[in-house]
């Protein structure tokens, strides 16, 4: 998720910028500057960030929060940084990483379960399939925390995280935690209304259906693991399927047709075994990310007529 709540260059004359970690009034958390994002992300590039900090309760994260809002910050959300690109030239204020927000509760009754943002949704699928719950065997392979899930709508093998959500509790920027339904989320393919809010996702609950063989779910969840592996490229750093599919045709079938497998700029490269893969192949930067991703929109738009909508999110300048 990426959260801009101001524009704002920050003022290290004010803030007192320094090369060592300090604390976060009010918090056990501490504020790191010039911190490297590269290996927060599976794509494995990226420049710093000027502030970053990681929460592990909601009190921290507001104090993060009203922190970079004194200092007049912009603020910068991560997740997992799995379908994310991050610019070279790093980014701007605080960087607020919800990966420690890690709590999961479950409802043997109801077959309901909430899972903190930081939970990563492979982890997940895993643990309600042993306990012999179906309705999640999809997610065993969306590289991506709860958070980031909820946000993007994240979805495979025909279903989608909206089939089975219950409710998601958010945070705004002046720290005010509200509760949201999925109709109020707006839910379409790979997309909701919290694209470009001003909420930060701090859990969310599911319903599930329990009760079943736990053999039975867990080889389930492990098939739809297999697949994915046997059709996509995990070998090399990724960010996962880089263009959403339009309606006529897959977006990875589109690109291969064009002859594109293998097409490589600087260390990027259109994965051969699935061409709606970008692999970082040979210490690529951000910036060679990019332009393949721009090279592949041009030749489909050419040639296809048809404008590819990118998946990856892209925070920073290129």
Same mark, same amino acid.
């Given at each position: 998720?990426?959260?801009?709540?101001?524009?704002?260059?920050?003022?290290?004359?004010?803030?007192? #910028?320094?090369?060592?970690?300090?604390?976060?009034?009010?918090? =056990?958390?501490?504020?790191?500057?010039?911190? !490297?994002? *590269?290996?927060?992300? !599976?794509?494995?590039?990226?420049?710093?960030? =000027?502030?970053? /900090?990681?929460?592990?309760?909601?009190?921290?994260?507001?104090?993060?929060?009203?922190?970079?809002?004194?200092?007049?910050?912009?603020?910068?959300?991560?997740?997992?940084?799995?379908?994310?690109?991050?610019? =070279?030239?790093?980014?701007?204020?605080?960087?607020?990483?919800?990966?420690?927000?890690?709590?999961?509760?479950?409802? !043997?009754?109801?077959?309901?379960?909430? *899972?903190?943002?930081?939970?990563?949704?492979?982890?997940?699928?895993?643990?309600?399939?042993?306990?012999?719950?179906?309705?999640?065997?999809?997610?065993?392979?969306?590289?991506?925390?709860?958070?980031?899930?909820?946000?993007?709508?994240?979805?495979? #093998?025909? *279903?989608?995280?909206?089939?089975?959500?219950?409710?998601?509790?958010?945070?705004?920027?002046?720290?005010?935690?509200?509760?949201?339904?999925?109709?109020?989320?707006?839910?379409?393919?790979?997309?909701?209304?919290?694209?470009?809010?001003?909420?930060? /996702?701090?859990? *969310?609950?599911?319903?599930?259906?329990?009760?079943?063989?736990?053999?039975?779910?867990?080889?389930?969840?492990?098939?739809?693991?297999?697949?994915?592996?046997? !059709?996509?490229?995990?070998?090399?750093?990724?960010?996962?399927?880089?263009?959403?599919?339009?309606?006529? #045709?897959?977006?990875?079938?589109?690109?291969?047709?064009?002859?594109?497998?293998?097409?490589?700029?600087?260390?990027?490269?259109?994965?051969?075994?699935?061409?709606?893969?970008?692999?970082?192949? =040979?210490?690529?930067?951000?910036?060679?990310?990019?332009?393949?991703?721009?090279? /592949?929109?041009?030749? /489909?738009?050419? #040639?296809?007529?048809?404008?590819?909508?990118?998946?990856?999110?892209?925070?920073?300048?290129?």
């Amino acid at each position: 998720m990426i959260l801009s709540c101001e524009t704002a260059r920050p003022n290290f004359a004010v803030l007192g #910028h320094t090369p060592t970690a300090i604390p976060l009034p009010g918090s =056990d958390c501490c504020l790191q500057p010039n911190f !490297s994002l *590269a290996e927060l992300t !599976s794509f494995r590039v990226g420049g710093t960030a =000027d502030w970053f /900090v990681t929460p592990r309760t909601h009190h921290d994260l507001q104090e993060s929060l009203a922190w970079a809002q004194r200092h007049d910050l912009p603020i910068t959300i991560l997740g997992a940084g799995s379908n994310l690109l991050i610019s =070279d030239r790093g980014v701007p204020g605080l960087v607020l990483s919800t990966r420690y927000l890690k709590q999961t509760s479950f409802d !043997s009754e109801t077959g309901q379960f909430t *899972a903190s943002a930081g939970e990563p949704i492979p982890k997940l699928a895993w643990r309600v399939a042993k306990r012999g719950w179906k309705g999640f065997e999809w997610a065993v392979g969306i590289p991506g925390t709860v958070g980031g899930a909820v946000v993007m709508n994240a979805g495979a #093998h025909q *279903a989608s995280l909206s089939d089975c959500l219950v409710q998601v509790r958010v945070m705004d920027t002046a720290g005010h935690i509200l509760t949201l339904t999925p109709e109020m989320l707006r839910y379409s393919y790979r997309h909701s209304s919290l694209q470009g809010s001003n909420f930060i /996702v701090l859990d *969310a609950t599911f319903a599930l259906s329990p009760g079943h063989e736990r053999a039975e779910v867990v080889a389930e969840t492990n098939r739809n693991l297999q697949k994915r592996k046997q !059709s996509q490229p995990y070998h090399l750093p990724s960010c996962g399927s880089v263009f959403r599919n339009p309606e006529s #045709h897959a977006a990875g079938w589109l690109i291969e047709q064009l002859g594109l497998k293998g097409y490589q700029i600087g260390g990027a490269q259109v994965a051969h075994r699935h061409a709606n893969f970008i692999l970082n192949c =040979d210490n690529a930067t951000a910036q060679d990310i990019f332009n393949v991703i721009r090279y /592949v929109q041009a030749q /489909v738009e050419e #040639h296809w007529s048809l404008t590819l909508q990118p998946e990856v999110k892209f925070l920073g300048e290129f």
